[in-house]
């Protein structure tokens, strides 16, 4: 995997979101238990904002780690989808760039190949992983242009 720490905004974010699309089968990120004030009440917020991809819901796994994180003291809902046309248009549309999945959006948005990630960003430390063997596709030309 190779770190990079630039965002990815705009056209070039919504271009990222299509490659995922081609290359990658599902989604997932990250809603922290430890940020939440209210928990019942920012759960009620976060299906609300959830509930037109239901539908394409896998699961949702309660944890302390994920592909760029661990907490030591507190666990994590991790949301997985399947990844669509009503996903990735969710993806699109919610975001204008893959640092954005913060601040009243799940956070951390990972992109999986079956079970192997693809690219994982971590949102409020500004990097992003991604999957080296990728390293001549549209991805990097869009980094190259950062």
């Not at 991790?78 to 760039?97: G, P």
């Not at 951390?108 to 192997?116: A, T, W």
């Amino acid at each position: 995997m190779l770190e990079h720490d630039k965002d990815i905004k705009g056209e070039d974010y919504r271009l990222l979101i299509e490659i995922a699309y081609e290359k990658c089968d599902k989604f997932a990120f990250v809603i922290r238990k430890d940020m939440m004030y209210d928990e019942k009440l920012a759960m009620k917020y976060y299906n609300e904002l959830l509930k037109d991809i239901k539908s394409s819901l896998i699961e949702v796994k309660e944890e302390s780690q994920w592909a760029v994180n661990i907490l030591l003291e507190a666990t994590a809902y991790i949301y997985y989808y399947e990844l669509n046309e009503q996903t990735k248009h969710f993806l699109q549309t919610k975001s204008n760039s893959l640092f954005g999945w913060i601040n009243g959006l799940p956070e951390d948005l990972m992109f999986y190949n079956g079970d192997k990630i693809w690219l994982a960003c971590n949102s409020h430390e500004s990097y992003f992983y991604i999957d080296e063997e990728d390293s001549q596709s549209k991805v990097f030309e869009i980094l190259k242009k950062l």
